[in-house]
């Protein structure tokens, strides 16, 4: 996000080099310089939020949605949190227990502690740490974080809840166009049920329609989405 930011105000320094514009493009630049230096995240991250973006492409679906959404969609919508038993590391989110097995520990929502949620967040948030730095170490962390999400963010059910979040953070961060990427094939919804694609697709159509509605009412950006 800041090297986007930081780009656009470049690019903004050429593309608004004409007479009345000079001092406008000086004082925002002024101004992030002085936020950065300052070190204000809070004030900072305002500026970078409401600055003008472009698109998001090729966004995943699965890791477009931020881990206390993800939790918090996960409890409304009944599902357990697995985690293992010997050392307490969360393995993923499952929406029945008969497919677990004797080495780990299910939960309900109402019996997470805050170490567990601690737990959920770390494996989902993927830093340096996770990996030696090397194209398989990333790979193979990208797909422990996939493993623990799919039962979640591959439920047809829940698909369109990821896709309203994703629209209302994009609105949110002034992102114009968003594309979501997501193989619906063979998903399945809460009730273990394979979904006709065709009911799949109108119900995602659907969803971007409502939320762009309900933007446009509360006055916000609306969002494209693909």
Same mark, same amino acid.
């Given at each position: 996000?800041?090297?986007t930011c930081?780009?656009?105000?470049?690019?903004?320094?050429?593309?608004?080099?004409?007479?009345?514009?000079?001092?406008?493009?000086?004082?925002?630049?002024?101004?992030?310089?002085?936020?950065?230096?300052?070190?204000?995240?809070?004030?900072?991250?305002?500026?970078l939020?409401?600055?003008?973006?472009?698109?998001?492409?090729?966004?995943?679906?699965?890791?477009?949605?931020?881990?206390?959404?993800?939790?918090?969609?996960?409890?409304?919508?009944?599902?357990?949190?697995?985690?293992?038993?010997?050392?307490?590391?969360?393995?993923?989110?499952?929406?029945?227990?008969?497919?677990?097995?004797?080495? @780990?520990?299910?939960?309900?929502?109402h019996?997470?502690?805050?170490?567990?949620?601690? @737990?959920?967040?770390?494996?989902?948030?993927?830093?340096?740490?996770?990996?030696?730095?090397s194209?398989?170490?990333?790979?193979?962390?990208?797909?422990?974080?996939?493993?623990?999400?799919?039962?979640?963010?591959?439920?047809?059910?829940?698909?369109?809840?990821?896709?309203?979040?994703?629209?209302?953070?994009?609105?949110?961060?002034?992102?114009s166009?968003?594309?979501l990427?997501?193989?619906?094939?063979?998903?399945?919804?809460?009730?273990?049920?394979?979904v006709?694609?065709?009911?799949?697709?109108s119900?995602?159509?659907?969803?971007?329609?409502?939320?762009?509605?309900?933007?446009?009412?509360?006055?916000?950006?609306?969002?494209?989405v693909?």
């Amino acid at each position: 996000l800041l090297i986007t930011c930081v780009t656009l105000l470049s690019c903004n320094s050429l593309m608004l080099d004409r007479p009345g514009n000079n001092n406008n493009v000086n004082l925002i630049s002024k101004h992030f310089d002085d936020l950065r230096n300052a070190s204000d995240t809070i004030n900072l991250l305002k500026l970078l939020s409401d600055f003008p973006k472009g698109a998001d492409l090729h966004s995943h679906l699965s890791g477009a949605v931020n881990p206390d959404k993800l939790i918090d969609i996960a409890e409304k919508n009944k599902y357990k949190f697995v985690f293992n038993k010997s050392n307490g590391k969360f393995i993923k989110f499952l929406i029945s227990s008969n497919n677990s097995t004797p080495n @780990e520990i299910i939960k309900n929502s109402h019996e997470l502690t805050k170490a567990d949620i601690a @737990e959920i967040k770390n494996l989902i948030i993927l830093d340096d740490s996770d990996h030696d730095g090397s194209s398989s170490g990333r790979l193979n962390s990208f797909r422990n974080i996939f493993d623990a999400l799919d039962e979640l963010t591959d439920n047809t059910d829940i698909i369109p809840i990821l896709v309203r979040e994703c629209m209302l953070d994009a609105s949110e961060q002034n992102i114009s166009y968003l594309e979501l990427k997501l193989n619906p094939l063979g998903r399945k919804n809460i009730c273990g049920e394979k979904v006709n694609i065709d009911i799949l697709t109108s119900s995602l159509i659907g969803v971007v329609n409502r939320t762009n509605e309900m933007l446009r009412r509360e006055g916000k950006k609306t969002v494209e989405v693909r």
